[in-house]
């Protein structure tokens, strides 16, 4: 009996732990050549990303996530003099909505090309600037 109880005390620790956070387990990264950022640079903005997302997308799952790719160059130019910054990074991803969430984001629905923009100085660490459709 008491072993059962602890399982079912167990079992609801994980769900209500699981209910506060975006889920990025599982996640696919695409992988995309550049000939701007080295793999290494692309996995620490990818990083970046993961823990912003388990951060601030409760009741979200991340399905893919990947560079946007070196087309988007005169993009990324352009936040580059929004933000100041040495370089930018676009991210594109996908996420499911499996619950309410705060905002614009809407239950059952995915969510498929949305971007991310991350910026750094020379050799410094990504940092998350924007995110959505555009």
């Known amino acids: 009996m008491f072993k059962k109880f602890t399982a079912l005390v167990i079992a609801a620790v994980m769900l209500f732990s699981l209910s506060g956070c975006g889920v990025t387990a599982g996640v696919q990264i695409k992988e995309t ?3 701007i950022y080295s793999k290494e640079d692309i996995d620490s903005a990818i ?3 993961l823990n912003y ?3 601030n997308f409760d009741g979200c799952v ?3 996530i990947g560079y ?3 087309e988007y160059l005169d993009e990324m130019k352009e ?3 929004t933000y100041s910054a040495d370089e930018v990074i676009i991210l594109m991803s996908s996420f499911y909505v499996i619950s309410d969430t705060e905002g614009s984001l809407v239950q059952g629905e995915t969510y498929t090309g949305w971007n991310w923009i991350l910026s750094r100085d020379t050799g410094g660490r990504w940092i998350h600037r924007d995110h959505g459709y555009g």
């Open 53 to 55: 997302f388990r951060d």
């Open 47 to 49: 990083a970046v990303i």
């Open 79 to 81: 936040w580059q003099d």
């Open 62 to 64: 991340l399905r893919e």
């Open 68 to 70: 946007a790719g070196d």
């Open 33 to 35: 050549e550049s000939q």
